[in-house]
């Protein structure tokens, strides 16, 4: 017949065997969840530092549009599409600074320099409000998507009566 002392004895290894196990599968749940926080913050972060931003690009000038409507284009680059008969051929080129942005027509040597607050951003797109002088518009970043499957990031700037539109380089 067993002691007393020799349950005892049996019930404390097997308690250790227990204990070591638990251990173990606490020490492998711990690794678990620790990857789980550590993929959740860097799915945070990306979302945050992965937005499009009109900083992040050399944009090419495309067309200038009216802004009713119609959306009539009345200016365009020379290597535009949007290129014919009665649409002037300008060529506008975009420097993107912290919180601001010049336009210059390039063969006038015009130069319009814009002010812009981020409103609002997320992975696919930043909207913001800009000023130049004492008017205020919208400038746009995000993708345009074409029926052939390719994207381009698009720099749309709403002023005025008009609607400017700049492609990435």
Do not use: H, P
Not at 2 to 31: E, G, H, P, T
């Amino acid at each position: 017949m067993m002691r007393v002392v020799d349950l005892y004895l049996i019930n404390q290894r097997c308690s250790m065997r227990v204990r070591i196990r638990l251990n173990k599968l606490i020490k492998i749940l711990a690794a678990v969840i620790a990857t789980v926080i550590v993929c959740c913050v860097s799915g945070i972060f990306g979302c945050l530092y992965g937005e499009n931003r009109i900083e992040d690009y050399l944009w090419k000038f495309d067309c200038v549009q009216l802004k009713d409507d119609d959306g009539e284009v009345v200016a365009c680059s020379a290597e535009s599409i949007w290129r014919e008969e009665g649409v002037d051929i300008i060529e506008l080129s975009i420097t993107v600074g912290d919180g601001t942005f010049v336009i210059i027509n390039v063969e006038t040597q015009d130069i319009y320099s814009f002010e812009c607050d981020e409103m609002s951003s997320s992975v696919d797109s930043t909207i913001y409000s800009i000023k130049c002088n004492d008017a205020e518009g919208i400038a746009s970043v995000g993708k345009t998507y074409y029926a052939d499957g390719e994207e381009v990031e698009t720099l749309i700037i709403t002023f005025s009566d008009y609607n400017l539109y700049f492609y990435e380089k």
